[in-house]
């Protein structure tokens, strides 16, 4: 049972997510419900999902709506109320973890001839680094929208903890339409969302395992590409991104790191960062989110050593943009190139060192010394 009279409604389908009052962007929206009335707060009370876009949120605790109430409900001021001794509440049990069926799973992981994200990825990288990009992090193919892909999420054991379904367009974003009513449709849901739809389309009751899922299991819950831990040495660096799309392309740009995706800022927190202890992190939010990552990092700097990304920041690119929309610039040879000649300088350049010395007429000069001890100047011919 939650402790706060006044909580966030937890996620059960987007019937829970309404239109933030500041972006107006439709299912982003999460109101504050009274746990002891069972009602919504008015509907300034909220948050906003957008957080680097929007970061709406007004908390009915730090407004003093709260205090207001309770002086309404009491008859007394708050502040001259003698404060009570609560006893301290019993631990409250772990939370079962629940799964999706690992034959829901299995038989998705095929089609992609049929998949626009697999589609996508062939036009910047060939067929073959493709589909090694689509075997590494486990995408599947839904026929909910016909062409869409399925981000799994698969813990540390490799249960499927849930799973992001996507339909993309040919320039590798996500899918909208507009509706007749002028509200725009993004075309991005989850799997056990698309088989209860399936269920009450049919006329089908929904499973036992379906039932509970939707009741228990938190949304994103855990990082995009955890997987990959059992097959990478400790040393190599994670990098977190927002976005499991943005995760798959970075890897086929940098696979000097390890590729995550975290899904939203407000799901970057210790819980899901757990299986990356003492690891070494860095973080690449989306242009504009720098400021809230880097807050973020300082709080989780127990669990791991974390540094942030200031890339997008530094680069003239649009509003929003992720790491993607910043790497799909270059071509993929191209840039793995530059990016090997790089690391091949600094390895040259790691061999060697400067000196600096007065010479008799009072002029500096400097000398690169080899790795042998003496000026590289003299193994030229």
Not at 177 to 184: C, L, N, Q, W
Request: charged share 25%; with cysteine.
């Amino acid at each position: 049972m939650n402790d706060y009279r006044y909580i966030l409604q937890p996620y059960r389908g987007m019937r829970s997510r309404h239109t933030c009052p500041q972006c107006k962007k439709p299912k982003k929206y999460i109101r504050y419900l009274d746990n002891k009335t069972g009602k919504y707060l008015p509907y300034d009370y909220g948050k906003c999902e957008r957080l680097n876009n929007c970061g709406y949120h007004l908390n009915p605790y730090t407004d003093g709506y709260a205090k207001e109430v309770w002086k309404k409900e009491n008859g007394k001021d708050w502040r001259k109320t003698k404060t009570r001794k609560w006893a301290k509440p019993p631990a409250t049990p772990k939370a079962e973890q629940h799964y999706i069926p690992f034959e829901i799973f299995k038989s998705s992981l095929r089609s992609y001839e049929n998949n626009r994200f697999y589609q996508y990825l062939v036009k910047l990288f060939g067929p073959e680094k493709s589909a090694d990009l689509m075997q590494r992090f486990y995408i599947g193919t839904s026929k909910y929208w016909p062409g869409s892909t399925v981000f799994w999420l698969l813990d540390g054991d490799r249960k499927v903890a849930g799973g992001q379904i996507v339909l993309f367009d040919a320039s590798g974003h996500t899918h909208r339409m507009t509706k007749p009513d002028g509200s725009e449709q993004r075309f991005n849901g989850w799997v056990h969302t698309a088989i209860k739809a399936n269920c009450e389309k049919s006329g089908q009751p929904m499973p036992a395992w379906l039932k509970s899922y939707i009741e228990h299991s938190p949304k994103f819950p855990c990082l995009f590409g955890l997987s990959q831990l059992t097959e990478t040495i400790t040393t190599q660096p994670i990098a977190i991104v927002e976005a499991a799309k943005t995760a798959v392309i970075a890897s086929g740009y940098l696979p000097e790191f390890v590729w995550m995706a975290v899904g939203s800022l407000s799901y970057l927190n210790e819980k899901r960062l757990s299986p990356l202890r003492d690891r070494n992190i860095i973080l690449f939010p989306d242009q504009g989110g720098y400021q809230r990552w880097k807050q973020k990092a300082a709080e989780l700097s127990s669990l791991a050593k974390i540094t942030v990304s200031d890339l997008l920041e530094n680069n003239k690119v649009e509003p929003g943009s992720d790491l993607a929309d910043y790497l799909v610039l270059y071509a993929p040879k191209e840039f793995l190139a530059e990016q090997e000649e790089t690391q091949q300088v600094a390895t040259v350049k790691a061999k060697y060192r400067t000196e600096t010395w007065t010479r008799y007429d009072g002029v500096q000069v400097t000398n690169i010394i080899n790795e042998h001890g003496y000026p590289a100047l003299w193994d030229e011919p």
